[in-house]
């Protein structure tokens, strides 16, 4: 299919039985085997969802560009004919853009909002090193701009750093900080193991995080987390515990299959396990 250059297209149907409406899902692909439309219906309800990409009709495979399998818009139609005509569809329309990469660089909500993310260079820049395979991945910048209204919002923006996790070619993120308009409000600081030869090499053990009053951007408040691992019969359990800037501190732990990752317990800031099997 993907050698046809036409309009081809293939669906299914799915009938979903019920004791008064059945539901009925619809499915349309493109020649790219990438699902167009689907529509589900039940009595006078129905959602259609349909997804344009970036793939050009007629053009063959090698000459498609690199984000052809990614959605550009994605248009949601609610039905309710139980409603009054005027009040029967709904109808949102989100809008997408991507890097060559396939890295998400803009998104516009069915709100107004907008999302526009930046990315690292894959050679490094300041505030990142190279990422050791030469792909694109290392977020730089996401800022959500709000829909426009009768009240002040302020544009919120998140920005990280990165580093090399001791000598070791590995990158891991270093610092999150959050801004109102260009108000710093908070950063955090990520702590790794970056000894190689220890078993938990490149897990988080720290997380050191500074808020800033609005009306005065000098005074801060500077709140831990500490994270301590052990193993044990195929058993990993996590011990996270919080210092906070009052010095109040709380504690919790978490234990998953080492394995599979299912949660065996888990005790909450109040003493309280609950346990889980399988």
């Known amino acids: 299919a993907y050698r046809i250059l036409t309009d081809y297209q293939y669906g299914s149907t799915e009938t979903q039985l019920g004791d008064k409406h059945n539901i009925v899902i619809t499915r349309r692909y493109n020649n790219f085997h990438l699902i167009t439309r689907e529509s589900t219906q039940q009595g006078g309800c129905s959602c259609t969802v349909e997804t344009e990409y970036y793939a050009k009709k007629g053009i ?11 959605p550009k818009q994605t248009t949601t139609t609610f039905l309710d004919t139980s409603k009054p005509a005027t009040e029967q569809r709904r109808v949102e329309i989100t809008k997408t853009e991507f890097d060559l990469w396939g890295n998400p660089t803009k998104e516009e909500n069915p709100d107004g909002s907008v999302v526009v993310t930046c990315w690292y260079a894959s050679q490094g820049e300041e505030n990142c090193p190279a990422e050791p395979n030469g792909f694109v991945r290392f977020m730089k910048q996401q800022k959500l701009i709000p829909a426009e209204s009768a009240y002040t919002t302020p544009i919120r923006t998140c920005r990280f750093t990165y580093q090399r996790l001791g000598n070791t070619p590995y990158v ?16 955090q600081n990520l702590m790794s193991i970056s000894d190689a030869n220890d078993a938990e090499f490149g897990r988080i053990i720290a997380i050191n995080e500074d808020m800033y009053e609005l009306s005065d951007s000098g005074k801060q408040f500077t709140s831990t987390q500490h994270f301590t691992t052990q193993i044990q019969s195929g058993l990993l359990t996590q011990i996270a515990k919080f210092i906070g800037s009052d010095g109040v501190t709380s504690t919790v732990n978490h234990t998953h ?3 599979t990752g299912l949660l065996y317990a888990k005790t909450d800031a109040q003493g309280i396990t609950t346990h889980y099997q399988y």
Request: glycine share 0%.
């Open 60 to 70: 063959s495979f090698d000459q498609q560009p690199a984000q052809f399998q990614l």
């Open 257 to 259: 299959s080492a394995y």
């Open 172 to 187: 891991v993120q270093e610092k999150k900080f959050f801004y109102r308009d260009d108000q710093l409000l908070s950063q």
